[in-house]
Every structure is written in structure tokens, then in C-alpha cells.
């Protein structure tokens, strides 16, 4: 370990909130923990009366049946009002809601205001093409104004979306259609990715050939590169609407009315169709960006780097943002294009304060090295955001150092495609934060750690986080499949919600997330997370990515495997190996090190950046792939597997 980090963790210290940020913070102290400790149903109502307009209010705050729940009954909101109309209404018709840069180097600043007709219109459109109340229309485009907007014109008229990352292959954007029955689809005729197409349209029209549910399919031009349309199906979005009238009232909606379908990702079987209502869901979205990200909406720049396509983009692009007023970046390409520092040039050029990114694009640009950040003026951040993994505390300090100039809180984020809305998470102006740690649930939120026997472990102790309460935003269910709903996340403990991830408490109390649960290693009958060692392992100077997976050994049950991606200037070699073996010892334990350790170009990671470790055990095991259609990369993996077979990998056996 550094012997900076080390000093650190070693004192146990913590980072308190810097004087000048709690100063003028949004929350200071406990008080709204308090509140919501004493009654957490008041709590909510609470910010669902303060955050949002309700065109009636709600009978009945929360009506929990386990695992069904149904909040703010009786009442009745429009979320696209809350999101758009309300802050033109209220004056602020000319403040940004976007600020748009296309990969190429275009740009776009759109109002509130601006906003406002542009959902209309589109709303209009879908009405025009008899999409009504409750209809499902699926999305599938590139990070372009007009999928937000898109989202948006849905909700004003209380269809669902169902997004479709343009990253997913034609199999998976049919097999989500089909699956929640679309009536219509939205895409663009392409996407720029690193300087060239994804040709969207022409992956659309694969997909479309055996979905029978859409009969319209609207198309946006973004690359112009000369696609095919289907007369009667398909509509250019400038054709269609932008004749529309700009003026479509929002019709108030159920609080529990379904606002989206998100198929999570997942590493391995069928995706699950997520769903999302209405009151709850924006009620939680709204009081977590205001609260987790101390946002000021009339002075702040706010960057989210997610894809729309992911529930962060939904929840901290669109949802949350708007409706706080709040004035957002949209990036719409890669960070490397043109060059690796790219994100850096957006946030000199719009001013961002808040950024908001996964850790491992923290990894990646700490690979890239501190040349690319420091070529930029980043003085504009005053705090920083982190979700999506467990983030190492190496990562946590480079980004808190190299992008925050050691000025800014972080908040490191945990929460799920399921759980709507940020869940754990320290609030930055109160919560003294440890490098590594997601710190506490949010107030009214009931999270704990478990045993195999569904009971709390106490503090310190490690073991299965669960949520113990229900939460506006939580899932209603998996579409279609309300087994499926209760077997996945309520059969495993007892009026628990588990969420399938690992994690353990420090003597402190603070919560520390481990991975998926399915990423804990059983060696020598010592359970040993894979997150641990893969931070131990990135902790070494030399390396910059590493992945471990747990494998068959004859006699030690499971044998730590890592892979492992060097920091540009460092060689692989055996005394290197060894090096890095004793450093996890030192770090956790002789138990941990790893068996084998493999120097890899590239990890196997989903295109929301997780990696696949189940394919990197069937390449320690040598199985068979299985089905790799979520890997960003296909590619990756059979290099690894090559390199891993040439180096006889599993050998050292001391
Ligand atoms: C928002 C999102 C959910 C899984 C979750 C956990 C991991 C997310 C994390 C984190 C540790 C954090 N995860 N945030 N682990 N610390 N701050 O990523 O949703 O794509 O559904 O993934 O991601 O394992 O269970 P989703």
C-alpha cells in the first residue's frame, strides 16, 4: 500500500466535510436523519409534499403488503410537469436544462422552456400514432437530446419506456421488445462512437423483423448516413414531429402508474424487466439528487457521465436533475475521442462542479495517467460522485487528489436497478467519508448486514446487505413474472429485501460493499471477497486494473485467480508476480494471495463497465464461454483465454 494510504486507513482517518462546503451545504448535521429515524412514512410524505406538485394528493402514504408495495395511494402527479412545466411556470423558462456536446464537437444549450416543446411535440407524435395510456414504447438511441426527450414525451402521456442501450445487438433489443410487447420503437439512423457509426437503424430493423407488438417506428437523423424505412412503419423524427403543435397538456397520473421498464443487464440468464412508478420513484429521485448531491440549481453545472440506457442515466440524468431545475452536461461519445483528455477539456469548457462517473472509468483514466487531467482547469468541481462498484480506495484517493484537487467530498453511491434511487451514501456536508466506504443508508432508508441465518451481525461483522423497510422507489416487479420477483430478491431471508451484493460494517459502523455475493471465494473455509483483493491488488504501483475470480482447487476448496492490467511503463515478469503476491498477503492475509496471477491487455466487462467474472472463471476453469452477448467486447475474452492457456496459468504452487 502507498505509504500514504496506509497512514491513513491505519489511523482510521476520515475525510470530514471541508469547512467551506459544509458552510453553505443543503444538510449539515443529523437533523433529517433524525426525522426520518422517528418516522420514516412521515419522512417521505414529507418530501413527496415539498418536492414535487401533486394535482391531488395522496389517501394513504404507504400500503405494504411484502413484498408489494403501493406509495402515495390515491394521489396524482404528471411527472413530465414536474420535470419541465412546473419550473417554466414558475418563471425559469430560460435556465438550461441540457448542455449538449455531440462526440463530434457540436453543441447544444436547451431551456426549460425549450424542453417544454420539444416533449409536446413529441408527445403529440406518439398520440398521433395511437400510443395511449399504459402502451410500452421501447428507445433505442444514442446519448442525443432527444432521448430524454423522449422519455419525457412518454411520461406526459403515461406511456412507459423501455430503454434500450445502443450499445445492446439487435438479439437483445428484440428479445426486450418482444418481451414488454413495445407498440413502437424510437432510434436514430446512427450513433457516433469514437469517430464512427453505430448504425442503429439498420440494427432497429433486424430486430424488427420478428417483433410483431411495434407497428411504428419513429427515427431521428444524427449521422445522416443513408438508412432504409419502411413505408407506413417507420417516421422521421423531423417529419413527424416537429409538425406537431407544441401545446399537450400533462394528464395527471396514478402515483402508481408505470413509468418504466428497465431490463437489468445482468452477467448471466434472461435480463429482468425492472419496473418503475410514478410518485414513488420521483419523490425518492428528487430528495436523493438534492441531498446526495448538495445540488444548487441556480448556480450549479452538474455532469453525469451514464448512458441513458443504464438506470443511472434514467435517475440522475433525466429524473432527478429536472426535477430539481437543475442545469446538466450530456457527453454524447467515448472519453478517449479525440484524445484522453476529453472529459477534462468538458469540464474546463462548461464549468462542471458535479461529476458524477463509475470507477472504472476512475481506473481507466489513472491507466491513462495524470498528464491527460492535469493538461485542464478542473477548479470548477466541488464535489465528486461514484457509483456503479465497490470503489478501491487507491481509485478513491487518485480521484479525490488528481481530479478534485483534494478540495472536493466524494460520495460513493450504492444502489440498484432495483432500488430506483441511491440507497447508501454519505450526505457531503455531514458525513465524515472513508476512502472505500459507501458510509450509511440515506435517511429512511433501512439497510443491515445478515448472516446465513437472516440475523443482523452486528458491528463490526461482514455478511449479505439487505433493506429492511420499504422505499418509495423500489421495484413493483419483474414484468411478467411476478415469481420471478419474489424468488430473486424476497425468498432468501424473511421480510428482507436481499440485494444480492456482500458487505461488512466497521467498528464505526460504516458500511463497506463487497461485490455480488456470487463474487465471494470460499478458501480454506475463509471467506474472502473478490473486491478486497482486487483493490489490494490495484493498490501496487505497477498495476491499474485487476480482476479475481474464485476457482476449483483440490485442496483448498477455491484458489484465488487474479488478472491483472499493468500501469503503462511497468513489464510483466515472475519476480513481479511475487511482488504482488506478498503485497495481498501483507494487505489481507496469506490466505488471499492469489494462486495465479495473469497479465491481461483488457478485462471481460458488461457496457455499463462491470466486469464479467463469470467468464473469467470459465476461462480459469476452462469451460465453455456461455453466452457473452452483454461483453462490451467479445474479443477480450478469447485473448485472455489464449494468453492464460500460453502461460500455464495455475502453475505457481507454493
Ligand atoms: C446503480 C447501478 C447494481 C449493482 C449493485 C452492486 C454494484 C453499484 C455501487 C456498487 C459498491 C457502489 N454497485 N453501486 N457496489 N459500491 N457504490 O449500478 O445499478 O447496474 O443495477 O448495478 O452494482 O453490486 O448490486 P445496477
Known amino acids: 500500500m502507498s505509504d500514504a494510504i496506509e497512514g491513513l486507513l491505519e489511523e482510521g482517518r476520515t475525510f470530514p466535510p471541508p469547512p467551506e462546503f459544509a458552510a453553505t451545504a443543503r444538510v449539515r448535521d443529523s437533523s433529517l436523519q433524525a426525522a426520518a429515524d422517528a418516522d420514516p412514512e412521515a419522512f417521505w410524505a414529507g418530501q413527496a409534499a415539498e418536492l414535487l406538485d401533486w ?17 402515495f395511494l ?10 419541465v412545466d412546473r419550473h417554466v411556470a414558475a418563471g425559469l423558462g430560460d435556465r438550461v436544462a441540457f448542455l449538449w456536446e455531440g462526440e463530434p464537437g457540436d453543441e447544444r444549450a436547451i431551456t426549460y422552456a425549450e424542453l417544454q416543446d420539444e416533449v409536446s411535440r413529441a408527445a403529440n407524435a406518439l398520440l398521433a400514432l395511437g400510443i395511449e395510456r399504459g402502451d410500452r414504447v421501447a428507445i433505442y438511441m444514442g446519448m442525443v437530446p432527444e432521448l430524454p426527450i423522449a422519455m419525457l414525451a412518454c411520461a406526459r402521456i403515461g406511456a412507459a419506456h423501455s430503454v434500450v442501450f445502443g450499445g445492446f445487438t439487435a438479439d437483445s433489443l428484440r428479445g426486450r421488445i418482444n418481451d414488454a410487447e413495445a407498440k413502437a420503437l424510437i432510434t436514430c439512423d446512427g450513433a457516433w462512437r469514437r469517430g464512427a457509426v453505430v448504425p442503429l437503424k439498420d440494427i432497429a430493423d433486424e430486430a424488427l423483423q420478428d417483433a410483431p407488438s411495434v407497428h411504428h417506428c419513429i427515427v431521428l437523423r444524427r449521422t445522416d448516413h443513408g438508412v432504409s424505412m419502411t413505408p407506413g412503419r417507420d417516421h422521421w423524427w423531423h417529419d413527424l414531429v416537429e409538425a406537431q403543435s407544441e401545446h399537450c397538456p400533462p394528464e395527471p397520473m396514478d402515483a402508481e402508474q408505470l413509468l418504466f421498464i428497465l431490463y437489468t443487464s445482468g452477467t448471466t440468464a434472461k435480463p429482468k424487466g425492472i419496473m418503475h412508478t410514478t410518485g414513488g420513484y420521483l419523490t425518492q429521485v428528487a430528495s436523493t439528487f438534492r441531498n446526495v448531491f448538495d445540488i444548487r440549481p441556480e448556480s450549479d453545472v452538474y455532469w453525469c457521465t451514464a448512458d441513458c440506457g443504464w438506470v443511472t442515466g434514467h435517475s440522475y440524468i433525466v429524473y432527478g436533475p429536472l426535477a430539481n431545475g437543475a442545469t446538466s452536461v450530456i457527453y454524447e461519445g467515448t472519453p478517449d475521442h479525440p484524445d484522453k483528455d476529453r472529459f477534462w477539456a468538458i469540464v474546463e469548457k462548461y464549468g462542471v462542479t458535479i461529476l458524477y462517473t463509475a470507477p472504472t472509468a476512475i481506473r481507466t483514466f489513472m491507466k491513462w495517467g495524470d498528464e491527460y487531467p492535469q493538461r485542464r482547469d478542473l477548479s470548477s468541481l466541488r464535489l465528486l460522485g461514484s457509483v456503479g462498484e465497490p470503489i478501491n480506495p487507491e481509485a478513491w484517493i487518485w480521484y479525490h487528489d488528481v481530479i478534485g484537487h483534494g478540495r472536493t467530498p466524494i460520495v460513493d453511491t450504492w444502489w440498484q436497478t432495483e432500488t430506483g434511487a441511491i440507497m447508501i451514501s454519505p450526505l ?115 498495476v491499474a486494473e485487476a480482476a479475481v475470480v474464485g476457482t476449483t482447487d483440490a485442496t483448498t476448496g477455491q484458489a484465488v485467480s487474479a488478472f491483472v492490467i499493468l500501469r503503462s511503463g511497468n513489464v510483466a515478469s515472475d519476480d513481479l508476480v511475487r511482488e504482488l503476491r506478498d503485497h495481498v498477503a501483507k494487505l489481507i492475509g496469506p490466505i488471499a494471495k492469489p494462486k495465479s496471477i495473469l497479465f491481461t491487455d ?53
Open 55 to 71: 394535482d391531488r394528493p395522496w389517501d394513504r402514504v404507504l400500503d405494504w403488503q411484502p413484498p408489494d408495495a403501493q406509495w
Open 74 to 83: 390515491g394521489g396524482t402527479l404528471n411527472v413530465a410537469h414536474n420535470c
Open 428 to 542: 457531503p456536508g455531514a458525513t465524515p467519508l472513508k476512502p472505500g466506504s459507501a458510509t450509511f443508508p440515506l435517511p429512511g432508508v433501512g439497510a443491515d448486514v445478515v448472516g446465513d441465518d437472516g440475523e443482523p451481525v452486528g458491528v463490526p461483522g461482514g455478511g449479505y446487505l439487505v433493506l429492511n423497510r420499504p422505499w418509495p422507489s423500489m421495484l413493483r416487479g419483474v414484468w411478467g413474472d411476478p415469481q420471478r420477483f419474489r424468488d430473486t430478491y424476497w425468498s432468501r431471508f424473511e421480510g428482507l429485501y436481499f440485494a444480492g451484493d456482500g458487505a461488512k460494517r466497521d467498528a464505526d459502523g460504516y458500511l463497506w460493499l463487497l461485490g455480488r455475493v456470487d463474487d465471494v471465494m470460499l478458501v480454506s473455509g475463509h471467506n474472502i471477497s473478490t473486491a478486497e483483493v482486487e483493490s489490494a491488488l490495484v493498490d501496487h504501483h505497477a
Open 602 to 654: 483488457d478485462l471481460p466487462k458488461t457496457r455499463s463497465g462491470k466486469i464479467m467474472r463469470r467468464l473469467l472463471r470459465n476461462v480459469a476453469e476452462d469451460e465453455s464461454l456461455g453466452d457473452t452477448t452483454t461483453l462490451a467486447d467479445p474479443s477480450v475474452v478469447a485473448g485472455i483465454r489464449d494468453r492464460y492457456l500460453a502461460s500455464n496459468a495455475g502453475g505457481d504452487d507454493e
